[in-house]
T-cell receptor, first 113, second 109 residues
Framework: EAGVAQSPRYKIIEKRQSVAFWCNPI?????LYWYQQILGQGPKLLIQ????????DSQLPKDRFSAERLKGVDSTLKIQPAKLEDSAVYLC???????????FGEGSRLTVL | KNEVEQSPQNLTAQEGEFITINCSYS?????LHWLQQHPGGGIVSLFMLSSGKKKHGRLIATINIQEKHSSLHITASHPRDSAVYIC???????????FGTGTRLQVFP
């Protein structure tokens, strides 16, 4: 069974530039999460999708972050414009249902200079 | 006070030692997850449990719902077990996952 795929693995940009991350969850997984993990801290939920609907985006900085999950399969997370404090690892996770075992991708490490 | 507390924050051990990491939480939960994160790596789910005990290889996870406490045990520890171990609970009321701050384990040969 293929795992959660994320790309790119690494991205370096300058502040005020934009960046997009892509996630392909495990086939059939209805729930998809995007987390932000700053070095030395635990993951912070940015957005949770159930199929193609948003369940929770209360901690997503909507002035600069956006995410979509068209067709309820893969998802993109965009940051525009980026700030220095956005430097972090962006983790995508999926689960078969809302209360289920989590499967994480390898993460996308963003450095904003 | 954090809703999910882990102890210890840091742990060093010699290869072969028995290791215990503890997780206490203060909210009602529907499930508890133990996760492993290697430096620079993604997160791997080790266990999801809501009662009793689960075992996978050298790893054992237990949970006591009444005491709101869970433990992760590693038997015959190995340097490749060196990682950050994270406890996360799913709140019964909000359905949200609440993460602990992690326990950094280093196992020396």
């Amino acid at each position: 069974e293929a795992g959660v795929a994320q790309s790119p693995r690494y991205k370096i940009i300058e502040k005020r530039q934009s960046v997009a991350f892509w996630c392909n969850p495990i086939s059939g997984h209805a729930t998809l999460y995007w987390y932000q993990q700053i070095l030395g801290q635990g993951p912070k939920l940015l957005i949770q999708f159930q199929n193609n609907g948003v369940v929770d985006d209360s901690q997503l900085p909507k002035d600069r972050f956006s995410a979509e999950r068209l067709k309820g399969v893969d998802s993109t997370l965009k940051i525009q414009p980026a700030k220095l404090e956005d430097s972090a690892v962006y983790l995508c996770a999926s689960s078969l249902r809302r209360v289920g075992e989590l499967f994480f991708g390898e993460g996308s490490r963003l450095t904003v200079l | 006070k954090n809703e999910v507390e882990q102890s210890p924050q840091n742990l060093t051990a010699q290869e072969g030692e028995f290791i215990t990491i503890n997780c206490s939480y203060s909210v009602g939960i529907s499930a508890l997850h133990w996760l492993q994160q290697h430096p620079g790596g993604g997160i791997v789910s080790l266990f999801m449990l809501s009662s009793g005990k689960k075992k996978h290889g050298r790893l054992i996870a237990t949970i006591n719902i009444q005491e709101k406490h869970s433990s992760l045990h590693i038997t015959a520890s190995h340097p490749r077990d060196s990682a950050v171990y994270i406890c996360a609970v799913r709140s019964y009321n909000t359905d949200k996952l609440i993460f602990g701050t992690g326990t950094r384990l280093q196992v020396f040969p």
